[in-house]
Nanobody, 122 residues
Framework: QVQLVESGGGLVQAGGSLRLSCAASGSIYKINAMGWYRQAPGKQRELVAVDFWAGATSYADTVKDRFTISTDHAKNTVYLQMNSLKPEDTAVYYC????????????????WGRGTQVTVSS
């Protein structure tokens, strides 16, 4: 069983910053990617940023130049530094990981965190 534990959400004024963290633990053989999705009320879950663990990253157009994803491979942890926050960034942010397990190294699995609320006031 692989668990993802998120932290760092909260309430911030527009223009402010927050940093999210997500640590993966459990029977991980190899992580292929970790990233963040978000879901605002009444909207579909959308990709925010992903780190492909081998060096490449990808961002949604709406957060480019404001958000930065980074990782600590030794700790199986992904971070999301969010700057210049806007009210439209308000959402529940979910961490996810794509990985292979120690007991099944050739298959890929996905796990999700429970989500952390980010609220940006205008």
């Amino acid at each position: 069983q692989v668990q993802l534990v998120e932290s760092g959400g909260g309430l911030v004024q527009a223009g402010g910053s927050l940093r999210l963290s997500c640590a993966a633990s459990g029977s991980i053989y190899k992580i292929n990617a970790m990233g963040w999705y978000r879901q605002a009320p009444g909207k579909q879950r959308e990709l925010v940023a992903v780190d492909f663990w081998a060096g490449a990253t990808s961002y949604a157009d709406t957060v480019k130049d404001r958000f930065t994803i980074s990782t600590d491979h030794a700790k199986n942890t992904v971070y999301l530094q969010m700057n210049s926050l806007k009210p439209e960034d308000t959402a529940v942010y979910y961490c996810y990981a794509a990985y292979s397990r120690s007991d099944s190294p050739w298959a890929e699995y996905t796990s999700w965190g429970r989500g952390t609320q980010v609220t940006v006031s205008s």
